[in-house]
């Protein structure tokens, strides 16, 4: 079984084709948009895993939470390719596939959320532990046990986490960002199981409604109007 894996709910970009238990994962270009360098990115990746689109059975991609633009990429190029290929597509939370990526048993997952907040999720053995939330860091909810592994660039955007977090987590990994790999490891039993969705039933996972702040709500925190 062969799938195409699409993360870029960040500014690091990256895609995974999962060759029948192979990974073969390459990064988006640096310093160039997502909306860009994707689909030749896709296609010179297939081209070296010696594949084609009709050699695939689905498409799985990235459904957030994360950059709003990114997500939106992310989920367009799927649906697209899925429609022109007439390929299922599975869609694969972003912190889920994080706390996989992370090899962690228990897992507080912390990707930064711009806008003063901090995405949120807890996961036990890659399985979520409740909702993906966004909040402010000094509100995060504490576990009530040890133990943990606290992962994501949020750490690092907001100091005060590790702080809050001090008294349940035994391991740090601010430096695990989303990546495709994790998606395509996730993606593939899913597949197998017939767990996808049509082309047309794919859609982003944003969490926050919120794009933007409005000119008051950039001055009320000391931004410019």
């Known amino acids: 079984m062969n799938l195409l894996a699409i993360e870029t709910s960040t500014d690091l970009g990256?895609?995974?084709?999962?060759?029948?238990?192979?990974?073969?994962?390459?990064?988006?270009?640096?310093?160039?948009?997502?909306?860009?360098?994707?689909?030749?990115?896709i296609r010179s990746t297939l081209h070296e895993a010696g594949l084609g689109f009709s050699?695939?059975?689905?498409?799985?991609?990235?459904?957030?939470?994360?950059?709003?633009?990114?997500?939106?990429?992310?989920?367009?190029?799927?649906?697209?390719?899925?429609?022109?290929?007439?390929?299922?597509?599975?869609?694969?939370?972003?912190?889920?596939?994080m706390?996989?990526?992370?090899?962690?048993?228990?897992?507080?997952?912390?990707?930064d959320a711009r806008m003063g907040e901090v995405y949120h999720g807890r996961f036990a053995d890659s399985v979520p532990l409740g909702e993906v939330v966004v909040c402010q860091p000094s509100a995060?909810?504490?576990?009530?046990?040890?133990?943990?592994?606290?992962?994501?660039?949020?750490l690092a955007a907001y100091p005060v986490l590790r702080e809050r977090l001090a008294g349940c987590v035994s391991g740090w990994l601010p430096e695990l960002m989303p990546d495709a790999g994790a998606v395509a490891r996730l993606a593939a039993p899913r597949l197998a199981r017939g767990e996808s969705v049509d082309a047309a039933a794919a859609?982003?996972?944003?969490?926050?409604?919120?794009v933007a702040l409005t000119v008051v709500e950039r001055l009320a925190i000391g931004g410019k109007a």
């Open 203 to 210: 859609a982003p996972i944003y969490v926050r409604n919120k």
């Open 140 to 154: 995060l909810p504490l576990p009530d046990s040890g133990g943990w592994l606290a992962c994501g660039n949020g």
């Open 14 to 41: 990256s895609i995974a084709i999962w060759r029948d238990g192979e990974l073969l994962r390459r990064d988006c270009p640096a310093g160039r948009s997502h909306s860009e360098t994707l689909l030749p990115l």
């Open 99 to 111: 706390a996989l990526a992370s090899g962690g048993e228990k897992v507080i997952i912390l990707l």
């Open 55 to 97: 050699d695939l059975g689905g498409i799985a991609f990235a459904a957030g939470p994360g950059s709003f633009t990114g997500l939106r990429v992310a989920c367009g190029v799927a649906q697209g390719l899925a429609f022109a290929h007439a390929l299922p597509v599975i869609p694969v939370g972003t912190l889920e596939a």
